[in-house]
Nanobody
Framework: QVQLVESGGGLVQPGESLRLSCVGS????????ISWYRRQAPEKERELVA?????????DYADSLKDRFTISRDNLKRTVYLQMNNLKPEDTAVYYC?????????WGKGTQVTVSS
């Protein structure tokens, strides 16, 4: 079955960097765009962070994050990455990867990122 597994989260100080990974299985990974979303609080909606196309040729970002976050992928490793630089307390959230395949949305379980001094 389709699985998305995120990793790489943790506790960091403001200004530091993290790289998140999302490994996909159970589907033709290289045929699909993948997105990163985040939820900053349980009562908030998940917000789109970035999307990368199947080949990695095109990427798109939330306007407020494009200067600090970079999405990339390695199809041989079936992995999408999110490089996050100059992290701020407001980046604290659970980060999820998302797949839209044949009209169905799949989510990973998420990885917690906490930015605090």
């Amino acid at each position: 079955q389709v699985q998305l597994v995120e990793s790489g989260g943790g506790l960091v100080q403001p200004g530091e960097s993290l790289r998140l990974s999302c490994v996909g299985s159970g589907f033709a990974f290289s045929n699909y765009a993948i997105s990163w979303y985040r939820r900053q609080a349980p009562e908030k909606e998940r917000e789109l962070v970035a999307t990368i196309t199947d080949t990695g040729e095109y990427t798109d970002y939330a306007d407020s994050l494009k200067d600090r976050f970079t999405i990339s992928r390695d199809n041989l490793k079936r992995t999408v990455y999110l490089q996050m630089n100059n992290l701020k307390p407001e980046d604290t959230a659970v980060y999820y990867c998302r797949l839209l395949r044949w009209g169905t949305i799949y989510w990973g379980k998420g990885t917690q990122v906490t930015v605090s001094s």
